[in-house]
């Protein structure tokens, strides 16, 4: 059975994202590893930890609601997401990975966000890169 490596931040390029890892693991009968990545620090307190959780605890429901195989890890290792998702698709043996893409201003395109980048420059395998659209549930 392969692996899809997904990264997943609770915001619409994260959600589009999910929808999309979540169909493509139904599609082709693979297990689907969810990562949320923070770095930490003040930026990340305990209140933090415990939305984070709650919104993760709503993610597994929903994928085992759909049936999808799944693993979900929260990472909060000081490391940059793009660093954090590529050591996972590594440990893994992941077959693809999928990111989402926020809409971006006419010169916003011009740019693609470092995150982004990163995992496509850096990462072991395919990526599959979703932009967020309109928010729809995982069915």
């Known amino acids: 059975m392969g692996t899809i490596v997904v990264g997943y931040v609770p915001k619409p390029e994260g959600r589009a994202a999910l929808r999309r890892a979540a169909e493509e693991a139904r599609l082709r009968g693979m297990r689907l590893v969810v990562v949320n990545s923070h770095r930490g620090g003040r930026e990340f307190d305990r209140d933090d930890a415990i939305e984070s ?12 609601e759909a049936g999808v ?10 490391l940059d997401p793009a ?5 996972v698709a590594n ?3 992941a077959d693809i990975i999928v990111i989402g893409l926020r809409r971006r201003s006419p ?17 072991p395998c395919p990526v599959l890169a979703v932009k967020a659209g309109e928010d729809e549930p995982v069915e």
Do not use: F, M, P, Y
């Open 69 to 78: 195989e799944h693993e979900v890890r929260q990472l909060v290792r000081g």
């Open 91 to 93: 440990e893994v043996g």
């Open 53 to 64: 959780e709650a919104q993760l605890d709503e993610v597994r429901s929903t994928l085992q």
């Open 83 to 87: 660093d954090d998702l590529v050591n």
């Open 107 to 123: 010169v916003g395109k011009l740019i693609l966000g470092s995150n982004a980048q990163r995992v496509l420059l850096d990462a």
